[in-house]
């Protein structure tokens, strides 16, 4: 337990560096510990209760909701040293929600959050991780502002706009998309000198065309869950141009039909197209080359053109860019149950594509780690700086156990 936490207080002095003070370095270690003690409610009270001599709650409720601490200099230092550590392959993007029973925290609205499957009272958080094949962390955070929070949206909310000031609410902070939220996350992650070429997100990013056309005016590739709803030609259609009568203006090429929906693109390929693929193995027992079992089920890759306004105006002359239509349809399944887009060359293994598809599970891991042990939603304050500033000491105490969860894992198998 000793060796343990001198290990916490080097992790710590190192992430904790941009600290002007060193009382913030103090309660900053402190905050940790008792993050990371055992104990159902991680707010101020409750561990100030278990942290003995140190458990000063008026300190903690200080340095947490109070001190004029710039988080994203500490995201910051951490993402330098886990990148280092985990040798990323991908930014994951997702969101998640902190239910609320009143009304006064920052941002809190009715609004869709899948930590609760329906429109409930809640905040929700949009999150940037940096992710390997065997581990992964939380290294950025935005807090998504409702319209309602917005002074200058027309679905503006008096009560709520007059509750910023009491939040802290920064003035020039408005209500912007959370696939912007994502992108303005990545444009920080890079500015601090961190390049991780492909983004993974599910559909309530990769449905937005403006989200995947911004990953790639930022050079980076993509791997990003749809509905199957989303509209596309196949890959082999060709833009032709109608007979021109000589009046009016002449015909620009066009393909020929509709676009179809990607289910039905899928469906018309037929099972033929579907390969059996393995793409990691779990952390339960199985009969996988580790002792654990494989996780496994059935796919089919199409080369596409998606369709959209959006898309067309994005690039020069007729011809639709082409990318990689990825579906999962398990056997026994009548019809494919989850469809994914990516950019990845054409020349990309399907097997690589259902690695890739399939690494956003590191982020409910991820979520579920922090929420359940770490006390991501348990912050009690009302404010906008105090929510930063505890995601962010939460996202150290996490790197903190996948370091000590690597730093023990034979080496010959990865941890799940």
Known sequence: MAAVRGELEAFAEEVFEPFARNDQRRWGQVYLRGLLMDGRRKSVEPMAARLGEDGNRQALAHFITTSAWDPSH???????????????????FDDTGFLKDGTASACVSRQYTGTAGKVTNCQVGVSLHLASGHASTAVNWRLFLPRSWDPASPQADADKVARRSRCGIPDDVGHVEKWQLALDMADEVRSWGIEVPLAVADA????????RLGLNARGMHYVVGISTTLSAHPGDAVPVTAPYSGTGRPPEPAYPGTPQSVKELVIAAGRKAVRPVQWREGSRPGTGRSGFKRMYSRFAALRIRPAGRQIRQAVDGPELPECWLLAEWPAGEPEPVQFWLSDLPADTPLTT???????????????REMKQALGLAHFEGRTWNGWHHHVTLVSVAHAFCTLQRLARAPKDVAPA
Do not use: S
């Open 74 to 92: 500490v995201r910051a230092r951490l993402a330098w040293r886990m990148e280092a550590e985990l040798g990323p392959t991908a930014m994951i």
């Open 204 to 211: 309530g990013y990769g449905d937005a065309a403006a989200f």
């Open 353 to 367: 594509l259902v690695r890739l598809a399939k690494l956003r599970w590191r982020i409910e891991h991820d979520y």
